[in-house]
């Protein structure tokens, strides 16, 4: 079993290119992590092809114990993995945070080993019979971001290899030391070669583990622009795509709700891990009969969530987890500013403290084509738009190119699900946002990526389906 001092010490590049890591949250160097080459990343993908074969050849059982085993790894080795990740992306300890993220891991790992996804009886008659079989890839290519990144790291490689794939991952330039550590961890029980991490620039090992023939899939979490970019390094190979990208999730209030009481459903939708999260409430709708009721509930409760250092057992929210983020955050709120709306709580943050943290932020009475609406802000800034006739809320709601998640609040179940049949996006929650299973299949709409993980659907996706007919 791990401390954080004996992880890091087995993580820590010994040769190489390497980049210091400091601890969003106090500027303080923690570590350093390597920056690897190209040559670096074929050889790590030929060690994933070699092993492939043999890891494919396995009855599904064994690799069901060998993924139980990983996920045992993982628990074991929780609190270690808790702190790397608290201190290198920032997120505290307590909270949907860093422990929730570790644990999630392993949950999520345990799910995949334990899908089921038996041979299909297609057809079965007079006509014929057909069989769907679902066979491996090869090996996948992985490429996580930096706001969950173990937890997307795991949802990329678990269900990967358990359909008999080999897997090479390369985590984001400013979360390496996370990924390194898990990856670490579960390699301790896992055969040679089957999964491999290969650190490095994203327009540089990323670009090449995207073009390479011997890649025969790509699951990557990110930004639009990035994804947009590996659909066409896709062309030449045909690589196959789950692209899970940005989004700027639209929440509507209708008029019935109890304000008081969707208050902390609101605000763990909109602030999970500081903002920073795929699937989290961007922009609020509320209808203007319960508007002011809505502000002043969400604002009492956020004015008491404390946020600070990770490793302090108190906090529940931490910083940015890198400055160009909170540059993101701090212009967009600047300019919602600039154009006349309110700033109901925070919007001040403290320029000459250390870390990057940025106060929870409401901004209300703005304009539906403000940047802070319309542009994803990833971060603790939620705009709040009053509204009074459904059918332009549901336009606003649908109007932009993302569509990843989306709730619709109400104490009307019927009424909330003829919103939610008309919203454009991957997942709608009714009276939450954001909560993800791991048998749920989870993927965008729209500009937002396509492909699903999870579930029966991620096995698949990791999968080529072959039908064996007669
Ligand atoms: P990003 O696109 O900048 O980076 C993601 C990963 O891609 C990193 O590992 C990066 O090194 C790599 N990369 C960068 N350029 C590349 C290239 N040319 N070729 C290959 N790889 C390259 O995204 P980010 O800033 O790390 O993450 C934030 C974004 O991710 C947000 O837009 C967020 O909405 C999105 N996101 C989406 C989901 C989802 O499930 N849909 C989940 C988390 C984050």
Redesign the pocket.
């Known amino acids: 079993m791990y401390t954080y001092e004996s992880l890091l010490a087995a993580i820590t590049p010994t040769s190489g290119e390497t980049r210091e890591v400091r601890d969003p949250a106090t500027d303080e160097l923690i570590g350093t992590a390597p920056v690897q080459t190209v040559e670096e990343l074929e050889a790590a993908i030929d060690r994933a092809a070699a092993a492939q074969k043999s890891w494919a050849a396995l009855p599904d059982a064994e690799r069901v114990a060998y993924l139980h085993k990983a996920a045992d790894a993982i628990k074991e080795n929780a609190e270690a993995l808790a702190e790397l990740l608290s201190r290198e992306q920032g997120k505290p300890l307590n909270g949907p945070n860093a422990r929730f993220e570790v644990g999630g891991s392993e949950v999520w790992t345990r799910a995949a080993a334990d899908t089921p996804l038996p041979v299909e009886v297609i057809v079965d008659d007079e006509t014929g019979r057909a069989e769907m079989h679902y066979r491996p890839i090869g090996v996948v290519g992985a490429?996580?971001?930096?706001?969950?990144p173990m937890m997307?790291s795991i949802w990329q490689i678990a269900p990967s290899l358990r359909m008999g794939n080999t897997v090479v991952i390369?985590?984001?330039?400013t979360t390496t030391l996370s990924v390194l550590a898990l990856v670490h961890v579960i390699n301790e029980v896992l055969p040679e070669g089957v999964l491999n991490l290969v650190a490095g620039?994203?327009?540089v090992v990323?670009?090449a583990?995207?073009r390479s023939p011997k890649i025969g899939k790509i699951m990557?979490?990110?930004?639009?622009p990035?994804g947009k970019?590996?659909i066409e390094a896709s062309a030449d190979n045909v690589t196959r795509l789950t692209l899970?990208?940005?989004?700027n999730d639209a929440g509507i209030v209708l008029p019935d709700v109890d304000p008081a009481a969707i208050a902390e459903g609101l605000f763990w939708g909109g602030f999970i891990n500081t903002g920073q999260?795929?699937?989290a409430l961007k922009r609020l709708y509320v209808h203007d009969d319960v508007y002011d009721d809505v502000v002043k509930h969400l604002v009492e409760f956020a004015k008491n969530v404390p946020m600070g250092v990770g490793l302090d057992e108190n906090n529940v929210l931490g910083p940015l987890q890198n400055p160009a983020q909170f540059k993101v955050v701090d212009e967009l709120v600047k300019a919602a500013k600039d154009s006349g709306a309110t700033i109901a709580l925070g919007g001040d943050p403290d320029y000459d403290a250390p870390g990057n943290f940025y106060p929870t932020t409401i901004v209300t009475d703005i304009d539906p084509h403000n940047p802070l609406v319309i542009e994803?802000q990833?971060g603790p800034a939620l705009p709040i738009i009053r509204y009074s006739d459904l059918d332009e809320v549901i336009e606003l709601a649908n109007e932009l190119e993302v569509g990843?998640g989306s709730s619709v609040w109400s104490s009307d179940r019927s009424k909330a699900l003829d919103v939610a049949a008309r919203l454009e996006a991957g997942t709608t929650w009714i009276n939450s946002h954001g909560g993800l299973h791991p048998m749920v299949p989870?993927g965008?709409a729209k500009q937002?990526?396509y492909g699903r993980e999870f579930g029966v659907e991620g096995l698949k996706a990791v999968s080529v389906p072959h039908v064996i007919s007669g």
């Open positions: 490429i996580s971001p930096w706001n969950w997307i390369k985590p984001a330039e620039k994203g327009s990323g670009a583990l995207t990557f979490t990110g930004s639009t990035v970019g590996i899970e990208l940005g989004g999260t795929c699937a994803e990833f990843l989870f965008g937002s990526g």
